[in-house]
């Protein structure tokens, strides 16, 4: 069935590191893929998305590009905030059907 | 605030209680989703409706749980008999389809079971 590996945390970085988080999805045909993002006490928000490969999505400085070939959609951010310090989610919702399938999400810290 | 509303925030019962939440999807939006999440996990799903119709339910949904939208807004979540093992994050989710895949979240209910 469709699913979502996502890279197991936490991450803690340094600020202004590079972040990447990895996320890798089972689906058939092209499913549109996502990053939504849940701060300390808040739900979950849309981050970023991409519905067909080769798209790139972004948002907030982060960026993730829908790889039909490697089946990936890793999370990048160049140069990483304290107010960056989340719980990131990769999910994914079949080309068919209405669910959306979410990863484990990857605790990240970021310290000054 | 148009976002999601969900209530109760929490909710403390003990095992074998009833349990009801409630879920306001943003006006106009005709997909509600509901999600339960535990701790280290992402969001599983456990049902949507397109409008007042309950169009899929997940095999994680047991004969124990129950959900409603009665006229297409509101909806609800009924827990029968709780059992420890339901101690989750409820959370629910709304999208309008003609806006493309984005759903929308609540903050969720957080229920322990004792």
């Known amino acids: 069935g469709d699913s979502v590996t996502q890279m197991e945390g936490p991450v803690t970085l340094s600020e202004e590191a590079f972040l990447t988080i990895n996320c890798t999805y089972t689906?058939?045909?092209?499913?549109?893929l996502f990053w939504y993002v849940q701060y300390p006490g808040e739900g979950l928000q849309l981050l970023l998305k991409a519905t067909k490969a080769d798209d790139k999505g972004s948002n907030k400085g982060f960026e993730a590009t829908y790889r039909k070939e490697t089946t990936s959609f890793h999370l990048e951010k160049g140069s990483v905030q304290v107010s960056d310090s989340a719980v990131y989610f990769c999910a994914l919702k079949a080309l068919a059907g209405n669910q959306f399938y979410f990863g484990t999400g990857t605790s990240l810290t970021v310290i000054p | 605030d148009t976002g999601v509303s969900q209530n109760p925030r929490h909710k403390i019962t003990k095992r074998g209680q009833n349990v009801t939440f409630r879920c306001d999807p943003i006006?106009?939006?005709?997909?509600l989703y509901w999600y339960r999440q535990t701790l280290g996990q992402g969001p599983e799903f456990l049902t949507y409706f397109q409008n007042e119709a309950q169009l899929e339910k997940s095999r994680l949904l047991s004969d124990r749980f129950s959900a409603e939208r009665p006229k297409g807004s509101f909806s609800t979540l009924e827990i029968q008999r709780t059992e420890q093992g339901d101690s989750a994050m409820y959370l629910c989710?709304?999208?309008?389809?003609?806006?493309?895949?984005?759903?929308?979240f609540g903050p969720g209910t957080r229920l322990t079971v004792l």
């Open positions: 006006s106009e939006h005709n997909r």
């Open positions: 689906a058939t045909g092209y499913p549109s």
């Open positions: 989710a709304s999208r309008r389809t003609e806006l493309g895949n984005e759903q929308f």
